[in-house]
């Protein structure tokens, strides 16, 4: 049981820095692609972390798995907080500005040509 738990811990571990390594890049689609290897690593630690006896060996993966994992939440933390930055500059940008009159005013929203994002910078 303890090379079943070892094996998952590993590949938390793995799942989590390759999607830090993809969020540190900017690398959205990238990161987001993990997901569902990220899913599935967890779901088998979890399976298996109240099944397996306590080891050293064990203590010392779990520990760089913390590690992992705190670099893991902030980069996700990063990536949120930018992306609820493009979201409200897109939202600033689409808004329609007023002329001050209500109704049948002549529209002064801006006529701009189409605009494209990119999801990598």
Do not use: C, H, W
């Not at 893991?72 to 500005?97: C, D």
Request: charged share 20%; net charge positive; proline share 5%.
């Amino acid at each position: 049981m303890s090379e079943q738990m070892a094996a998952a811990i590993e590949a938390l571990e793995q799942a989590l820095r390759t999607e830090t390594q993809a969020l540190r890049a900017r690398d959205l689609t990238g990161a987001a692609a993990m997901q569902p290897a990220k899913a599935a690593a967890v779901e088998a630690f979890l399976r298996l972390r109240g099944s397996t006896p306590a080891n050293p060996a064990l203590a010392r993966q779990v520990d760089r798995l913390r590690t992992e994992v705190q670099a893991n939440r902030e980069m996700l933390e990063g990536a949120m907080a930018l992306q609820a930055r493009v979201v409200k500059a897109i939202a600033r940008a689409a808004r329609p500005t007023t002329s001050g009159a209500p109704g049948y005013a002549v529209s002064s929203r801006p006529t701009t040509a189409a605009l494209a994002l990119s999801m990598k910078a």
